[in-house]
């Protein structure tokens, strides 16, 4: 179970367990391929930067896949937001 932050805010976004994408609030909310996270309907929404972030590169025209299956919820405290990452080019997920 890996924590993620939000690459602007800083806010704490959720967690990556496995390829499943859980939100601040341990609800199902996606999917990765590789490094890049999908909505449970095939949308990008984001993709890892330095194993604890995420975030969307503005530059990139990301695919749309198929959708998965909402898993069972997780019942997990969230973490502290952090300082967030100014880092140009890159915005926060859309989740």
């Known amino acids: 179970m890996k924590p993620l932050w939000k690459i602007l805010s800083g806010k ?3 967690w990556r367990v496995d390829e499943l994408l859980y939100n ?3 609800k199902h909310v996606g999917y990765f391929d590789g490094n890049i996270a ?3 309907s ?3 929404i ?3 930067y330095e194993e604890d972030w995420i975030g969307k590169q503005t530059s990139i025209a ?3 896949v198929g959708p998965i299956a909402q898993h069972a919820n997780i019942g997990m405290a969230p973490y502290a937001n ?3 990452l100014a880092i140009a080019g890159w915005v ?3 989740f």
Request: no cysteine.
């Open 38 to 40: 999908y909505s449970l």
């Open 46 to 48: 984001g993709e890892i």
């Open 92 to 94: 926060d997920p859309d």
């Open 24 to 26: 601040a609030n341990g």
């Open 12 to 14: 704490f976004a959720g």
């Open 82 to 84: 952090r300082a967030g």
């Open 62 to 64: 990301y695919p749309v």
């Open 42 to 44: 095939g949308k990008a």
